[in-house]
């Protein structure tokens, strides 16, 4: 397996973590019967199942955009040390990134954030 495609296993589960996460800190704020219910009229989520909750979607928005980059590099037979570079820091911005919004860092939130897009153009741009 391509170094690139390791680093999108590695964002998959970083995603899927993001979302337990998010689950058992809403399951603490509204209960489980809630989030077993429909979730109509669900509360907003603040603090930390707030934080969560949206690190978890900012990942999944993001998520799509770098599958894409990382599978068009593989199939088209361009993956090389530059896209195995931008997809490692795409992933370890994203750790740093859910770390940092958990905890409620808001202005470093968004450089790290600049720092996995900037992982994501070294890709774009070796498709070029």
């Keep these: 397996m391509s170094p690139d495609l390791k680093y999108l296993l590695f964002s998959v589960l970083l995603t899927a973590v993001q979302v337990v996460i998010a689950a058992a800190a809403a399951n603490q704020v509204v209960g ?3 989030l077993a219910g429909n ?3 669900l509360p907003e989520m603040t603090g930390f199942a707030g934080r969560a909750k949206r690190a ?3 990942m999944l928005e993001n998520m799509v955009l770098f599958t894409a980059l990382v599978l068009v590099a593989a199939v088209a037979g ?3 040390a530059t896209t195995a570079l931008g997809a490692a820091i795409f992933f370890w911005a994203r750790l740093v990134y859910a770390v940092v919004y958990l905890i409620g860092v808001p202005w470093l939130r968004t450089v790290i954030w600049t ?3 900037i992982g994501m153009v070294m890709i774009a741009v070796q498709l070029f």
Aim: aromatic share 0%; no cysteine; hydrophobic share 35%.
């Design 39 to 41: 979730r109509e009229k």
């Design 78 to 80: 361009k993956a090389n």
């Design 56 to 58: 978890h979607l900012n």
């Design 32 to 34: 489980l019967s809630t």
């Design 115 to 117: 720092v996995s897009v």
